[in-house]
């Protein structure tokens, strides 16, 4: 779920020329074709801390779709439901006793009660064939998250696991409406606690109706394929946001604070889209004009701290008019930023052009056109592999050597 796929509009017309001013499944058998067929992504600094070079497996692609086997008795609606019939999409992915788990969002199709996003498990001992389970694990029900994630569903999965090996999922609660960012927490993958929204107890409460989505919480990427998140100067960190790439602390991983500019600080691009609604914000990772993430970014899998500083993959969003005149309208790439390892408010590198883009047709056709949604990253069996959703419906893998 993202502004483009349901619930807000790109900005064209006027209101992009005004933009512009301020600015100023389908197994083909044909082998891996590489991800970085756009020009060379580059940076003034180069690109050695960049995770680049991954190859889309095609004879394989996409590697999970919608499936009618799946059916659990919803708690909500007191019936039995096709609950990954329609589309399927956006994984996070875990790497546990010796087995990539994939948690993934899926939709049933439209009825007389619309349709709901669930989030399923799977599992995979060489990372690319997955066995489902037959019901999903996180959905909605008649708990006290009920008024925030019914009747759009809960969505976009990201897991990371703390020291003492508790999973913490953040995910997207959407009401229909209004898309805010929640927690949950398990032992297992299977049974999960909800803890409501991430910003709940923040700044008295003002953040708890806003857009909030997409949290990429700062962790080691261990040898052995565990995401760890990991504090800095006594902190966890969380890349957030779907306009721009915001920033926000925590002490235990359950309740957030978001970074707020300085009293004297303004922003680096002018605000529009859901950033308007929370201007006393800092922007970490701003869009930018006349390129492929002109319309908005989005935060990817979980930040990974290196030596070099924290890399983000994230996703982006292009509109023709004040973007790359080169892709179509809506396009979604994924590209990569470099943020100080002491300092996650300081961008220190950024990829000049996306590591990948749309061009398979389960990638450019589909719920939503145009799209490669990059959520999950595993390090696994002496490779990468990264994980994600295509046109909003199916779930592809691109993969490179460790």
Not at 241 to 269: C, F, K, N, R, Y
Not at 298 to 310: C, F, R
Not at 380 to 394: I, N, P, Q, R, V
Request: charged share 20%; hydrophobic share 35%.
């Amino acid at each position: 779920m993202r502004i483009s796929t349901r619930h807000a509009p790109v900005f064209t017309g006027p209101i992009a020329t005004l933009a512009l001013a301020l600015l100023a499944g389908c197994n083909g058998q044909s082998g891996a074709t590489s991800a970085t067929a756009p020009p060379a992504a580059a940076t003034a600094g180069g690109t050695d801390w960049a995770l680049l070079n991954f190859a889309k497996l095609d004879s394989i692609n996409p590697i999970m779709g919608p499936s009618t086997v799946g059916k659990f008795y919803d708690p909500i609606l007191g019936k039995p439901v096709l609950w990954e019939e329609k589309d399927v999409f956006n994984p996070a992915v875990v790497v546990r006793e010796g087995k990539i788990y994939m948690l993934y969002r899926a939709e049933n199709k439209i009825t007389t009660f619309g349709k709901a996003s669930r989030i399923g498990l799977a599992s995979s001992t060489d990372g690319i064939h997955f066995q489902r389970e037959p019901e999903p694990v996180l959905y909605p029900a008649n708990d006290d998250q009920k008024k925030y994630e019914w009747p759009g569903g809960t969505e976009d999965p990201r897991v990371v696991e703390s020291d003492d090996h508790t999973y913490y999922m953040t995910y997207t609660a959407y009401d229909g409406q209004l898309a805010r960012l929640h927690v949950a927490s398990s032992p297992d993958l299977h049974h999960w606690t909800k803890y409501g929204n991430v910003f709940a107890q923040a700044a008295g409460g003002k953040y708890l109706d806003k857009w909030t989505k997409s949290g990429s919480i700062v962790s080691r990427y261990e040898p052995d394929g565990r995401i760890v998140a990991t504090k800095i100067k006594g902190k966890y960190w969380m890349y957030w946001g779907d306009a721009q790439i915001w920033l926000a602390t925590s002490d235990d991983l359950i309740h957030w604070t978001p970074v707020e500019m300085a009293p004297s600080e303004e922003p680096p691009v002018p605000l529009r889209a859901q950033a308007l609604t929370m201007p006393t914000l800092k922007i970490i990772l701003p869009t930018r004009a006349g390129k492929f993430d002109s319309d908005l970014v989005e935060s990817g899998p979980p930040a990974m701290l290196t030596d070099q500083g924290i890399r983000l993959i994230y996703n982006s969003r292009n509109v023709p008019s004040f973007g790359d005149k080169n892709l179509p309208e809506g396009t979604y790439s994924a590209a990569q930023a470099l943020f100080d390892k002491d300092d996650p408010t300081k961008l220190l590198q950024r990829t000049d052009t996306y590591f990948m883009h749309p061009e398979k047709p389960y990638e450019t056709t589909g719920q939503v056109n145009q799209v490669v949604f990059l959520e999950g990253l595993a390090r696994f069996k002496s490779k990468w592999f990264l994980y994600y959703g295509t046109a909003d419906s199916k779930i592809a893998v691109a993969s490179r050597p460790e």
